[in-house]
């Protein structure tokens, strides 16, 4: 299993960024994919997650209505569009994937995102 981000780096506050997660070694399609973040000193989070036909999605109160996840099951690819952001969304961003049992067992090496003026 290999879940790789792409797309971090420093934003100004109500800017956009889009992370990308590439996906691979599982059958993708069958798995809830998640994204969680960890800003210093904090503790990690969960920032939103998806079902694997796109049906459901999870976000933590933070972010709903400024970040919207997505996946393209076709690709193996998890998406997370980032709106509106501030600095409080300064983070290391994760891709993880959620297994059978509820458990999030794999999580990608994360990626950046830097929110400042």
């Known amino acids: 299993v290999q879940l790789v981000e792409s797309g971090g780096g420093l934003a100004q506050p109500g800017g956009s960024l889009r992370l990308s997660c590439a996906a691979s070694?599982?059958?993708?399609?069958?798995?809830?994919m998640s994204w969680h973040r960890q800003a210093p000193g904090k503790e990690r989070e969960l920032v939103a997650s998806?079902?694997?036909?796109?049906?459901?999605?999870y976000y933590v109160d933070s972010v709903k209505g400024r970040f919207t996840i997505s996946r393209d099951n076709a690709k193996n690819m998890v998406y997370l569009q980032m709106n509106s952001l501030k600095p409080e969304d300064t983070a290391v961003y994760y891709c993880v994937r959620r297994n059978y049992q509820l458990q999030y067992d794999y999580w990608g090496q994360g990626t950046q995102v830097t929110v400042s003026s």
């Open positions: 070694g599982f059958t993708f399609s069958t798995y809830t």
């Open positions: 998806i079902r694997p036909a796109s049906d459901t999605s």
